[in-house]
């Protein structure tokens, strides 16, 4: 690379951001450090003018799940659809190189590169040109929490395995060099062993391995690389010269190899004796245990049984994944690599949008949004934040809004009957025998998954602890068991997902503070055994009455790790076995609490259009424990308690019979019957996977990490009998028949009330029709987009009657998708931040039965709710319509302003749309 090219990349920042990866191809010879400095130097100048979002923002999104066999070049072939169906930007999951076939992208091996799997960079401009040619914008999933290990195409990691603490990327991941906990100083824990290490040794399953121009160490399928320094030992094995043997054959990577031709093994640069000595060695190593332990000594890491990483890991990880590794976006030089290649699609036009995948893994998430803000100033972002019932979302974060769960819950409850609560809630004791206090529940399995699956982040936490109680002179040093459970006790009593306190800048907000506080009092209540002072340092620590680095670096861990405590044991653990209705078990939901109140409703809407007008609006995502449609028709329980308490009675003598010895158990068979509501028709092959999932998350009879083999053998025999019970099934879809009509006009309202409500609608893939999935991978199955499109050209030629006629293929659903999401491109005044939002109350006798708004006073949503209830009859229910002509989008009917039956109004639709013509 001449000098003249590396000058014009400093002085052209944005100009050369975007040609930085033609050089990096285009010259073998440039080094992989000065291309990484240039990468920090240019993203950490790129300009800032312009106010924090000054794009247009979406009017709404549509998100696919790309995958080896949905990749770009199949993506592109949707666009002209998603134009038509309404959606202005596609919303695409990560798509930088990623594991080889990962099914998701989330695992981001090479962040410099287009995953190859996808269609690589060829296929993404291919993309690019058929979303440009339709109109559409580009939403990109980014991923900066941390990356997949144990591959050789992560070179990052590779090179640490090689060079240890010398490496230029060990900095890049967050990596505890010298691990009290462990005893391991100055190695990487690689947690990949079938077995304690003896074991496997005496079963030489560990080899050292030459293949072609590359020696490594061998394990299975995984292939790791080896030091420097043990190579200097074999050479020594070898009786050969460094000259002779070894200089010939460094690779680019660090490794030591030799080629191979037809004529058999020989040493790069043709010293044929060298490489014989060489294999030589190798063989000595592999047959003698001693000398394979010796060698590996040699190694900057440690091979270990799998099942003590949970205890003796020693770098950050993704929750409890040891195969991802956190990396440490807070350094400039790792943010500027990380982000080079996204950045670069930003300032190319090619992506308007940005989804930050996970920030509250994040050592600080408030600095790092702040330094993406800057080298992305235009753009549109939102973050996957997940906020507790009355959690705000962090007022310094420069983003547009979160990926819209908290709307997704509040949606969710107006189709929930707080009237249902005290007799599912009893009827769910009696017929199960479980404890129906969530808050309970839920620190339990808290306290659980803290000692099961994060034993080596607390215990590091309490190593910092114990350091800074050491320090605090002329104080009695409590036991370390009293810092470790302390530890516990107030990570399980947090009530949301982590604090920010920034050490850096010495504040800490109101609503953080409130958090600690809280979590402290009820930690200190429950547990007055534990030495008092401990509680007394956390404290003083932890609202940074108490400075220090020691203090600085156990604040921000800390907050590292309450977010990960929570999402497994809420999310992961609590959410399969507090029972009592599953449409409230929701990522960021209270399981606790029963429905929202149309005024309550009303209030969040308003509070998003003061604050939040371009945050993401949310029904479904990649991530959520059940399809839609699948929450909706489960939520309808809550109007019929009693009719439900009988059926589950019923059903349960039916199957009794097909219980093996005692399992499944009766909190397990009521989470089967509520599936079974929620997604039927559903195929054996599905349901078993899905209840072997639920079981194991569940962790009470099986878990991933200890499967129970008699359980899970009784579990898939109990859904394989029960499918097959002809009298269950027909009891079973008699008890649904009544609930098809309610569960439409539900889906319809809630459909309707997205696509309208302040926020930008996302609508994830395929549920444009009827959702009844479950989690993941059931909700990323293929979806069948040419017969979407065929529908969605059928809608102009057909009625709204004959639509809703059609309810089983979904069509009612696309239709009410098509007309909101036009209705927001045609009058995008009224939908935007300028829009007010204001509520319309009914009136009568079923008042509580309507959701009523109006946007930008030209738009307005009728939804009803709680449908059951209604039972098809309005009675004199009406609203009082702004002054105006009001056209129905659905029917083409028109209504003057002023008082009007409901009834009337959804007469020939069950969900209204109506846009204002002026009068005059």
């Known amino acids: 690379m001449s000098d003249m090219a590396a000058i014009e990349y400093i002085l ?3 100009q050369y ?5 033609k050089y990096r191809t285009g010259f073998g010879d440039i080094p992989d450090e000065f291309v990484e400095l240039l990468e920090s130097y240019l993203v950490s100048n790129l300009p800032v003018e312009g106010t924090p979002m000054d794009t247009a923002a979406p009017l709404s999104t549509y998100r696919i799940q790309l995958t ?28 930088l190189a990623a594991k080889k076939g990962s099914p998701h992208g989330y695992d981001v091996v090479d962040p410099s590169r287009v995953n190859p799997d996808l269609g690589g960079q060829e296929g993404f401009d291919a993309l690019c040109r058929a979303l440009h040619e339709s109109g559409l914008g580009l939403v990109l999933d980014i991923v900066p929490n941390h990356m997949a290990i144990g591959v050789r195409e992560n070179r990052w990691w590779w090179d640490v395995l090689a060079n240890g603490r010398s490496s230029r990327y060990a900095g890049h991941f967050d990596i505890r060099w010298d691990s009290p906990c462990t005893g391991l100083l100055n190695k990487v824990l690689v947690p990949i062993l079938r077995d304690e290490f003896e074991r496997c040794l005496k079963d030489r399953e560990i080899q050292l391995r030459l293949q072609g121009e590359d020696i490594h160490v061998a394990y299975f399928d995984h292939e790791l690389p080896v030091s420097a320094e043990s190579l200097m030992e074999l050479e020594r094995a070898a009786g050969a010269t460094t000259g002779s043997m070894f200089s010939a054959c460094f690779s680019s990577n660090g490794s030591v190899g030799v080629a191979e031709d037809a004529g058999g093994v020989h040493a790069v640069g043709g010293n044929a004796a060298a490489a014989k000595a060489l294999e030589a060695a190798i063989n000595r190593v592999n047959s003698e245990p001693a000398n394979l332990i010796r060698f590996l000594d040699r190694q900057h890491y440690r091979l270990v049984f799998w099942r003590r990483a949970n205890r003796e890991l020693n770098y950050r990880r993704f929750f409890d994944n040891h195969h991802l590794a956190g990396i440490r976006v807070e350094e400039e030089r790792v943010f500027a690599a990380v982000h080079a290649t996204v950045l670069r699609w930003v300032q190319q036009g090619s992506v308007s949008g940005l989804r930050i995948d996970h920030p509250d893994g994040l050592r600080d998430p408030t600095a790092y949004l702040q330094r993406l803000r800057k080298a992305a100033p235009g753009t549109w972002m939102v973050v996957e934040k997940i906020l507790a019932p009355g959690e705000c979302l962090n007022s310094q974060w420069p983003v547009e809004g979160t990926t819209g769960y908290e709307f997704l819950n509040v949606l969710g409850g107006l189709f929930v009957d707080p009237n ?8 769910y004791q009696e017929f199960t025998g479980q404890a129906t206090d969530y808050e309970e529940v839920v620190r339990a399995k808290k306290m659980h998954v803290l000692k099961c699956l994060f034993t080596s982040e607390l215990s590091h936490l309490t190593d910092l602890l114990e350091r800074i109680h050491h320090r605090r002179a002329g104080r009695p040093e409590p036991r370390r068991q009293d810092h470790e459970q302390a530890l516990a006790e107030l990570i399980a009593g947090f009530s949301v997902y982590r604090t920010y306190i920034r050490p850096a800048n010495g504040r800490v907000e109101g609503s953080d503070r409130a958090v600690v506080q809280e979590a402290l009092n009820i930690a200190a209540t429950r547990r007055p055994d534990i030495d008092a002072a401990v509680f007394r340092t956390l404290e ?24 990960p405590v929570m999402a497994k044991g809420a999310e992961d653990t609590a959410f399969y076995c507090f029972n009592r209705l599953l449409a409230l078990n929701e990522v960021g939901s209270d399981p606790g609490g029963f429905g929202t109140s149309p ?76 599936t079974l509501v929620g997604a039927w028709p559903i195929g054996s092959d599905r349901l078993q996977a899905y209840m072997l999932k639920a079981a194991r998350e569940a962790k009470v009879h099986t878990s991933w990490t200890d499967p129970s083999p008699v359980f899970e053998e009784a579990l898939q025999q109990f859904v394989e009998a029960v499918l097959g019970h002809s009298d269950f099934t027909a009891d079973l879809s008699a008890f649904l028949m009544p609930m098809v009509e309610p569960a439409m006009i539900t889906s319809l309202s809630q459909t309707l009330i997205k696509c309208t409500a302040p926020g930008i609608p996302d609508i994830y893939q395929g549920t444009e029709l009827w959702d009844l999935s479950m989690v993941d991978p059931d909700n990323r199955r293929p979806v069948d987009f040419d017969r979407r499109l065929h529908l969605l050209g059928r809608l ?41 939002y204001q509520p319309l ?3 009568g006798p079923k008042a509580l039965h309507a959701v009523a708004y109006v946007r930008g006073g030209r738009c307005l949503t009728v939804a009803p709710r709680l449908v059951v209830g209604l039972g098809n009859d309005w009675g004199d229910t009406w609203l009082e319509l702004p002054a105006g002509v009001w056209t129905n989008a659905f029917t083409g009917e028109r209504s003057a302003g002023g008082r009007q039956a409901i009834g009337s109004l959804l007469a020939r639709f069950p969900v209204g749309l109506w846009i204002c013509e002026p009068e005059g």
């Open 12 to 14: 052209l920042p944005v």
């Open 17 to 21: 951001l975007a040609k930085l990866q």
């Open 68 to 95: 080896p066999f949905f990749d770009f070049y199949r993506a592109s072939r949707t666009c002209d659809y998603l134009r038509d169906l309404g959606i202005s930007h596609l919303y695409l999951s990560p798509c």
């Open 420 to 427: 249902g609560k005290r007799p599912l809630t009893d009827f």
């Open 540 to 563: 003083d620590v932890l609202l940074l009455k108490q400075a220090g680095n020691i203090e600085s670096d156990f604040v921000l861990r800390f907050q590292q790790l309450t977010g």
């Open 599 to 674: 005024d309550a409703f009303h209030s969040f809407c308003a509070a998003v259009q003061s604050k939040r007008p371009w945050t993401l609006l949310a029904s479904a995502t990649h991530d959520t424990k059940r399809g839609e449609d699948t929450r909706l028709r489960i939520s309808l329980i809550s109007e019929m308690p009693e009719r439900w308490a009988e059926a589950v009675r019923r059903w349960s003598r039916m199957n009794a019979v097909f219980r093996r010895n005692g399992f499944p158990d009766v909190n397990s068979e009521y989470f089967l019957y509520q």
């Open 796 to 836: 102009a030629s057909r009625s709204a009657e004959e639509i809703l006629d059609q309810g089983a293929d979904g069509t009612a659903k696309l239709y009410v998708v098509h007309r909101a999401l036009n209705a927001r491109r045609h009058h995008p005044e009224a939908f935007g931040p300028e829009g007010v």
């Open 841 to 843: 109350q009914a009136t």
